[in-house]
């Protein structure tokens, strides 16, 4: 298996990592492959150069059906983001929702207190709180909740289903910020200074690290996202290295994310959760093969990879290949279907489930096809 020579930690987790090279789809912008990866589905007109806003009317994100198929324990929720919204040109995509699903599978976003942000303009998006608002004491919260409970059994007949779903998401919140264990999960003072230091002292390894808390109270989905398109401002730390490619990815890019990676496989694995947990390193598209002016690499969805860990995946293997120079899969292609199709089948969820969409039609889950990573 062939690494970077900027990644060693990683390389030294390959005997647990499956990495798939032939992963590719047609959409070039980011929003647009955001959604494929995030949904499984292409957009509309896949291969226009233009975002999409979120919308109702969506497939939903993987978290959100898995959120819908795997309850989360009580108090806890099903399907938790952390610490940004998918992003670009400052602006939440589509993709990132549970769509037609309704707002009840929507994730919890959320911050966590710790950390050195990403370089950029937005560094505090996402901020996490389970301090009750100035002068509503537990009292006075109890009685908003009573009076949102009235009013919902009042709305009109024809909102209910979205009436429903909004008041569903609402309760879950009010379940998390009235029990200790869901602040206890989420707060990371109390995780020993040995493992936060494990992490990495920003914010990337602290979500890794507040991922693992979550997984370990049973949360079925949790998303890290480590950088966030332009959130950060066309200089700050990101992705989409149009320029001075090599130098960010050494120096800003790479190291945060190989040690929270590392600390994540090795802490689930010491502590007997790996096998149960799925671990997926998933990206929109990948970078052209061509170096361009600048020593920038641009947007490529035809040929990227990805990787996964736990779960029952066979660790140490590579699944397919491109051509010499990555511009094109050469042997087993695969896309973002199919991995849907893998990540539901590892988590114990059939991929021929099928689900109502906003139109009342019978659809599954995904068209993909399992990958034989599984050993």
Known sequence: IQLGEHMPLIAKLTDRLAIVRSMHHTSTFHGRGMYWNMTGHPTPNADQFTNLSPS???WPNL?????RLR???ADMPAFVQIPYYLVDNKTRQAGDTAGWLGQQYDAVFVRPGRGKPYGGVSPELGEMSF??????DADRFQRRQDLAAALAVQCRPEATASVRAYSAFRQMASDMLGSPKVRGAFDLDNEPSPAREAYGDHICGQSALLARRLVEQGV?????????????GASGDMWDTHG???NRLKRDLLPPLERASYALVNDLAERGLLDQTLIVWLTEFGRTPKVDGGAGRNHYPFCYSVALAGGGIRGGQVYGRSDRIGAAPLDMPCGPADLHATIFHALGISPDTRLTDNLGRSVPLTE???LPLFG
């Open 56 to 58: 109702p009317t969506d």
């Open 63 to 67: 978290g959100a059906m898995i959120a």
């Open 71 to 73: 309850p989360a324990p």
């Open 131 to 136: 301090q009750p608002a100035a002068g509503v």
């Open 220 to 232: 079925p989905a949790v998303t890290a996202v480590c950088a966030a398109g332009d959130l950060n």
């Open 244 to 246: 001075d490619n090599f």
């Open 368 to 370: 993909g096809t399992v």
